[in-house]
């Protein structure tokens, strides 16, 4: 057996490379199940995508003053999509009058976008909607045994946050 074939035989067979591609597979369907049940719970709802409503929230927690406003790339980074997809999510929550686009004042290159009075009462009545789904989605996948390391270590995660938030 040449030495190639040999590295490819034990990468098939090292139990550690299995348990990590394991844990993969278990991360991508835990999310892949929750975003499919928030999408759901989204669209019949409020008419919004998971999509929208992440990028509606990120934007909503802007802030006047250094470092409150995202420029484009920040926002397609948190958002988890590429520039060009972001602005056009940008530009059809614009066309439905969610959020708006100006100049920055002290950069007239940048664009900086902000959620209208609209989008800030959908996104707060969507919240509840998100919160409950995303809460039951993992109670639930917290039975699986594949899936309660994960769920563990969301909800320790968000528990971190939330002091950090406090302090």
């Known amino acids: 057996m040449d030495a190639r ?8 067979t090292d139990p550690a490379l299995t348990a990590m591609a394991d844990g993969w597979w278990a991360l991508s369907a835990l999310h892949g199940s929750i975003e499919s049940r928030i999408e759901r719970a989204l669209q019949d709802a409020h008419d919004l995508s998971v999509r929208e409503f992440s990028l509606l ?20 980074q948190a958002v988890v999509l590429s520039q060009s997809a972001t602005t056009r999510l940008v530009t059809r929550l614009e066309e439905r009058g969610l959020l708006s686009r100006y100049l920055c004042p002290t950069d007239r290159r940048g664009i900086y976008t ?45 528990r971190r946050i939330d002091r950090t938030r406090r302090s």
Not at 145 to 155: C, G, N, S
């Open 114 to 158: 902000d959620v209208t009075p609209a989008g800030n009462r959908l996104l707060e009545q969507a919240r509840p909607v998100y919160d409950t789904v995303l809460r039951d989605a993992l109670d639930e996948a917290r039975q699986r045994v594949e899936f309660t390391p994960l769920v563990r270590a969301i909800k320790d995660s968000s």
């Open 57 to 76: 929230e990120v934007l909503g927690r802007q802030h006047d003053g250094d470092g409150g406003h995202l420029q484009m790339n920040q926002v397609a």
């Open 5 to 12: 074939r040999e590295d490819q035989t034990m990468a098939a």
